[in-house]
């Protein structure tokens, strides 16, 4: 079983910038196509970004693009997602997931870690 398990949320103003990260064990992380989603109140949960088991390969919602960087480091079992000029509308609980599967990372992962609040202040 997989265990995940965010840090890194908080309180910050527009424009400002925060680094989530999620550590991973229980599994090589390796074998792992990684993702990030966010749920904000009264809103369905959202893909945010995904990454491939190497890191070479990155995929980001539209949204997002452009602000948002998703990397990986295998060797310290932990993904990271760097917010930079952020948004009010970003405000979400985002969560880490991970799968085998490039396209249920993506949509329908297998392992989700508990949840980090992000809140953007006007």
């Known amino acids: 079983q997989l265990q995940l398990v965010e840090s890194g949320g908080g309180l910050v103003q527009a424009g400002g910038s925060l680094r989530l990260s999620c550590a991973a064990s229980?599994?090589?992380?390796?074998?792992?196509?990684m993702g990030w989603f966010r749920q904000a109140p009264g809103k369905e949960r959202e893909f945010v970004a995904s990454?491939?088991?190497?890191?070479?390969?990155?995929l980001l919602a539209d949204s997002v693009r452009g602000r948002f960087t998703i990397s990986r480091d295998n060797a310290k079992t932990t993904v990271y997602l760097q917010m930079n000029s952020l948004k009010p509308e970003d405000t979400a609980v985002y969560y880490c997931?991970?799968?085998?599967?490039?396209?249920?990372?993506?949509?329908?992962?297998?392992?989700w870690g508990q949840g980090a609040q992000v809140t953007v202040s006007s």
């Open positions: 997931a991970a799968s085998n599967s490039i396209v249920r990372v993506k949509s329908s992962p297998d392992y």
């Open positions: 229980g599994r090589t992380l390796s074998n792992y196509y």
């Open positions: 990454i491939s088991w190497s890191g070479a390969v990155t």
